[in-house]
């Protein structure tokens, strides 16, 4: 028998099983908080189409490659701007540890002396042309995920002109920088006030365990508000997305669950720096990228198929209450 005969088979036999069966049924006649009352098979039909349709991977590739080119000129412009504010006394500690994480060996001891080169001077220069070159790449980035996020769904979506599309790029990547910085601010800060609690006061291991959860829940809601933020004005839809959707609360999941997975892979058998050499750190952090980005795009389609799905409804509902007044 022919491997194509064996996979025929086995589809043929899960899709006639009860259990399926039964839970497609399930599906057709239920709904989910956040949906709208579309029915669970209908979203997900609707999203199937969609991915297929508008090929989320080559989607995903361009975003990826986008934010890639925005993280450097992002990077020299955060570390300028350090140099201006005495936010961590111990920094330089913190940070040449956070890249020995990342990128162990002489590849991390040349990227540190670079970062701190950067950290420890004052270059109004510097910051400009960096600012500059931040904000341009990275609102590129965002035009690569807005033109990801249009449909041809008129009903729902609209067009949007190039110069409101790049205003409104620039608008969502200080937004976006504002949550960033926010995020950052709240490591920092809030290693340095538990550092000087935990050394003052004694705390029993439960409060521990209890400021650990809590420092994750904030993590957790700050990937929240960052998609929610991207979804409710990246995308042109006639009514903005709600800022609690479905949509978000799958994609920061995922963007989580992705993020450990990804890390657990890389530090167990990843294998990019023995191959690569220090350029492996790159290919790790366009994979992880590319696969955010994927995740992204997913969380959109969910939104979108809700929105689409519910006009659709309208639009039906309507046209037959006006063939019932003829």
Partial sequence: MRPGEYIDRITQYVTEHRWWVATINWAKTHSLPGFGRIPIYNLVLFINRETQDDAIVTRANSMAFSYFLAIFPSIIVMFTLLAYTPLYENFDVVLNDSINRVMPGKAGEMLFKTVQDVATRQR????????????????????????????????????????????????????????????????ILGNTILSFVFEYVKVDLLTKIAVFFFRWIVVILLFYAGFST???????????????????????????????GFSFYVDNFGSYNKLYGSIGTLIVLMVWMQLNCMILLIGFEVNAGIAVLRDLRSMEKEAKEKAAQK
Wanted: hydrophobic content about 55%; cysteine-free.
């Fill in 124 to 187: 109004s220069g510097l910051l400009s042309f960096g600012f500059l070159l931040a904000i341009w790449f990275a609102s590129n980035g965002m035009l690569s995920m807005m033109d990801g996020f249009e449909k041809d769904h008129h009903v729902t979506f609209r067009k949007r002109s190039a110069m409101e599309k790049r205003l409104i790029a620039i608008q969502l990547t200080f937004l976006i920088g504002l949550v960033l910085v926010g995020a950052v601010i709240f490591v």
């Fill in 230 to 260: 991207i979804y409710r004005y990246g995308a042109a839809t006639r009514r903005r997305i709600p800022f609690f959707n479905p949509g978000s609360m799958l994609a920061t999941f995922l963007s989580i669950l992705i993020s450990w």
